[in-house]
C-alpha cells in the first residue's frame, strides 16, 4: 500500500475513541489557543482586505460563519478567512521540527466543513488532530538539506494539515480520502520564502505565507473529491521520486517519516503556541529583553542602546528599524523588543496603525543593535534552542542582561493550560462580551458533549 493511501486509511478510519485522553486534552488547549488569536487577529486593519475577498468569493452560500464578523459564507472561502485570521498576528502555534503551523489550518478547515455537515465534538477534535498529524508528519519527512534550504524553501505543506480535518468531516471514503491528499498537492502554493523573508522583501507583503489559501487548498481538494474527482494513479501524490517533496524544491526525503508511529506517538502533544505576535525565531530575545527588565527597575528616557544576540535570522532577515506595516512589524526583531520593554500587552496592539507611527516605539526600536552570535545558529540546528542574550545600556552607565535557550511557549517550557485559558480570554475581549468568552470556555472545555459545533461558531463574533 502507497504512503499516500496509508495516512488517507488512517485518516478516514480513525475515531475518537482512539485518542488518548491528554491528546484530546491538547486539541482543546490547541482550539482555545487558535480562536483567541484569530479574534485577536479580527481586530487588525489587514483583516478587511481579507474579509472583502472571502465575501467577493464566497458569499453565494450559507455554510460556514466568519469570526469576528458573523456572516455565513460557502465554506472554503470561510476556511480562508477565519485561517487567516488565525495568523493575522503570526501568533497561532508551530510544530518546530516539522517548520509548519498546522493548527490555523486543521482547526479553521474543520470548524468550516464541520457546521456545513452539522458535526459534533468530537467530530472537531478527531479532525483536528488528524490535520497535526498527517500535516506535520508530511512537512518533516520532506525538510531538504540545509544547503537547499537556503536556495528554496517555503510552506506549502500547511494545507496537507487542512485537507484531512475537511475530508473527514465530509465522510470521505478511504480513495475519496487519497484522492484528496493528490489533489491538495495540485492545487498547493508554490515555495516562495525568500520572496517573503531577506534582501528586498521589505515593506513585506501581505499575503504572507499563503496561509489562509493553504488552508482552503485543503478545504476545495475534500470538497472536489467528493464531488467526484479523482486522483488514484498507482504513483500517489506523496510517492517516489517525482512526489510531492520534489514539487515542493526540496532536495530528499524521508518517505519513513509520512508513517512512522502512526496512530501510537501523537505529534500535537509536541505544540509550541506562540507568546508573542511576532516570528517566533524572536521570542528568544523578548523572554531575554524581560529577564533583563525583571533584574532591575529601568526608565526608558534612561536607555541608551540595547544590543541583542543571536543567529543570522535575528540579523540577516528579522532585522528592521522602521516597521511600515503590520507584517513588517511581526517579523522585526527590533520592533517587538521595543515593545516587551514599552510594556505592551502582546496582540493586536503591537501593529496598530496608532502604535507603528508612536514617536516613542520608532524612537526606541532604533536603540536596538543585533549582533551575530555563531553559537546560536549552531544550537539552533543541532539542539533545537533558541540561544538569545540581550544587553541593556543606560546613560548612566549601567548595563543589564538577560539570556534564554528555551523560550515561553516552546517545548521544553511549554504553557499551562491556565495561561493559555487566561490568554485566550485576553485576546477574545477585544471582541466578544464577557458573558460570550466564558461560554466559548466552558464549550470548549468539554466539547466531546457538544452536539452541534455551529453552537461554537454562533459565538465567535458580536452579537447583532
Given amino acids: 500500500m502507497s504512503i499516500t493511501r496509508k495516512l488517507a486509511k488512517f485518516a478516514v478510519n480513525l475515531k475518537f475513541e482512539d485518542l488518548p485522553e491528554n491528546v484530546v486534552f491538547q486539541a482543546k488547549l490547541n482550539i482555545l489557543n487558535i480562536l483567541g488569536k484569530a479574534l485577536a487577529g479580527y481586530k487588525v486593519n489587514l483583516a478587511k482586505p481579507y474579509l472583502n475577498l472571502a465575501m467577493s468569493i464566497g458569499g453565494g452560500k450559507e455554510d460556514a460563519t466568519l469570526i469576528g464578523n458573523g456572516r455565513k459564507i460557502a ?38 466543513t464541520g457546521e456545513l455537515t452539522k458535526k459534533n465534538g468530537k467530530d472537531i477534535i478527531t479532525s483536528v488532530v488528524l490535520g497535526y498529524e498527517i500535516g506535520g508528519r508530511i512537512s518533516l519527512a520532506i525538510q531538504p538539506t540545509m544547503e537547499r534550504f537556503h536556495k528554496v524553501w517555503g510552506l506549502g505543506n500547511q494545507a496537507f494539515a487542512a485537507a484531512p480535518p475537511a475530508g473527514k468531516m465530509l465522510n470521505l471514503t478511504e480513495e475519496q480520502m487519497t484522492s484528496t491528499l ?31 489559501w493553504s488552508c482552503m487548498v ?20 506523496l510517492e517516489g521520486e517525482e512526489g510531492w517533496y520534489i514539487m515542493h524544491g526540496s532536495d530528499k526525503c524521508e518517505f519513513n517519516k509520512m508513517t512512522e508511529e502512526l496512530g501510537t506517538r501523537w505529534d500535537i502533544l509536541k505544540t509550541a503556541i506562540k507568546a508573542y505576535p ?31 544576540k543571536g543567529g543570522r535570522w535575528i ?94 511557549g516552546e517545548q521544553p517550557n511549554p504553557f499551562t493550560p491556565d495561561e493559555i485559558r487566561d490568554t485566550f480570554k485576553r485576546l477574545a475581549a477585544y471582541v466578544l462580551n464577557p458573558m460570550q468568552i ?18 461554537l461558531t454562533a459565538l465567535l463574533s458580536p452579537p447583532a
Fill in 315 to 408: 540579523k540577516e532577515r528579522l532585522s528592521d528599524y522602521e516597521p511600515k506595516g503590520v507584517v513588517d512589524a511581526q517579523f522585526s526583531t527590533q520592533w517587538a523588543i521595543a515593545m516587551v520593554i514599552m510594556g505592551i500587552p502582546p496582540g493586536p496592539e503591537w501593529c496598530s496603525e496608532e502604535r507603528l507611527y508612536d514617536p516613542n516605539a520608532r524612537q526606541l526600536a532604533k536603540k536596538v543593535i543585533l549582533e551575530l552570535d555563531p553559537d546560536a545558529d549552531r544550537a539552533w540546528l543541532e539542539e533545537g534552542k533558541s540561544l538569545n542574550t540581550v544587553e541593556i545600556f543606560t546613560k548612566g552607565g549601567k548595563k543589564v542582561s538577560g539570556f534564554v535557550d528555551h523560550p515561553k
Fill in 278 to 308: 511576532a516570528c517566533y525565531l524572536i521570542f528568544g530575545p523578548c523572554d531575554a529583553t524581560k529577564e533583563a527588565l525583571e533584574k532591575e527597575r529601568i526608565r526608558i528616557k534612561d536607555i541608551e542602546k540595547i544590543i541583542v
Fill in 438 to 455: 466564558n461560554k466559548i470556555v466552558d464549550m470548549v472545555e468539554n466539547l466531546e458533549k457538544l452536539k452541534n459545533i455551529s453552537e
Fill in 75 to 112: 465554506c472554503a472561502p470561510a476556511a480562508f478567512f477565519n485561517s487567516s485570521l488565525a495568523t493575522m498576528l503570526d501568533y497561532d502555534d508551530t510544530l518546530h521540527w516539522a517548520l509548519v503551523h498546522p493548527g490555523n489550518a486543521a482547526i479553521s478547515a474543520a470548524l468550516a
Fill in 182 to 212: 493528490g489533489i491538495t498537492g495540485t492545487y498547493a502554493i508554490v515555495p516562495s520564502a525568500w520572496k517573503y523573508l531577506g534582501e528586498g522583501t521589505r515593506p513585506m507583503r501581505e499575503v504572507k505565507m499563503g496561509w489562509g
Fill in 218 to 237: 485543503g478545504v476545495v481538494a475534500a470538497l472536489a473529491a467528493r464531488e467526484g474527482l479523482r486522483m488514484l494513479q498507482p504513483s500517489n501524490i
